[in-house]
């Protein structure tokens, strides 16, 4: 499999309770992509509610994981090109994705490109990013200090309060969040959106983003549109219970929670 992309899903782990052999031929695929700095580690909890039949990829980005020495991207577009070849070089299978913060924007470029290729997914879900028609403005993260982005990320809930003061041991996960942090900023929205149904999530709590404006999600899409939303701040979506409610959404055949509907595209683009 290419670098760029690893399974934590069929085929990564034994089947579940016999400790020995290979999960069930995998049905769906399940494409992720975590938020800034984020490890494929970071949707461990799809990993353990997925399943058996469903696997799970997700992105790893340089300077993390097995990455951790490569040179830092500090742009989306050459991102993207290199997770849609990793990705088009999978064995095909249907497909959803799931872009959590800084991997929603991957995510909905991923798709946008996938789409050009001729190889869709089912559905694109986007969680904890405002969309693309509310471009960040300065003053921009990645241009704040150690100390300064530390600070920030441990009040979202993104770094343990015990290693704000440890800078030489989250020095290479800084620079990784950093360089997120660049793409996403400097990222404008494109002249065409999706034409899959696209799933806009979000906690209410979530002191990084406003949730009143994941609606507007829908001017990305000339597909259908739904919400959902959750409690639990900036990272819900990796905790095992909202990780399934979502799986469930994004999975043919499964069943999940009533929320609100899914509409027609309200405005073409």
Same mark, same amino acid.
């Given at each position: 499999?290419?670098? %760029?992309?690893?399974?934590? #899903? ?9 400790? /020995? ?5 995998? /049905?769906? @695929? *399940? ?6 700095? #984020? %490890?494929?580690?970071?949707? @461990?909890? %799809? ?39 990793? &990705? ?8 959803? $994705? ?20 001729? &190889? ?36 979202? #809930? #993104?770094?343990?309060?015990?290693? =704000?003061? @440890?800078?030489?041991? *989250? ?17 404008? @929205? ?24 994941? +609606?507007? %999600? ?22 095992? =219970?909202?990780? =399934?409610? $979502? ?8 069943? +999940? ?7 027609? +595209?309200?405005?073409? /683009?």
């Amino acid at each position: 499999m290419s670098g %760029w992309w690893m399974t934590v #899903g069929n085929g990564a782990r034994p089947a579940a309770g016999t400790g /020995r052999g290979p999960r069930p031929r995998a /049905r769906f @695929r *399940v494409v992720a992509l975590p938020h800034a700095g #984020g %490890w494929p580690s970071a949707f @461990r909890s %799809w990993w353990q509610v997925l399943p058996e039949d469903v696997e799970c990829v997700v992105a790893q980005l340089p300077g993390r994981g097995t990455r951790i020495n490569e040179p830092l991207v500090t742009r989306v577009e050459p991102l993207v090109d290199a997770l849609v070849r990793g &990705l088009a070089e999978l064995e095909p299978l249907p497909y959803a $994705v799931v872009g959590h913060s800084f991997g929603s924007v991957l995510g909905y470029e991923l798709t946008r490109a996938m789409e050009r290729k001729g &190889l869709p997914p089912t559905r694109l879900a986007v969680s904890a990013r405002q969309p693309p028609c509310f471009p960040s403005e300065p003053p921009f993260a990645h241009r704040r200090t150690d100390t300064e982005l530390l600070e920030h990320l441990t009040d979202i #809930g #993104g770094m343990s309060p015990g290693l =704000a003061d @440890r800078t030489d041991l *989250v020095q290479s996960s800084l620079r990784a969040i950093r360089a997120d942090l660049e793409a996403m900023e400097t990222y404008r @929205r494109p002249l065409s959106g999706v034409r899959v149904p696209i799933l806009a999530l979000g906690a209410l709590d979530d002191p990084v983003v406003i949730d009143e404006r994941m +609606h507007l %999600w829908s001017l990305e899409t000339s597909g259908g549109f739904s919400r959902q939303t959750f409690t639990g701040g900036h990272f819900y979506l990796y905790t095992p =219970a909202n990780a =399934a409610a $979502v799986a469930a959404r994004l999975i043919p055949g499964s069943e +999940h929670p009533r929320s609100e509907p899914s509409l027609p +595209h309200p405005l073409a /683009r």
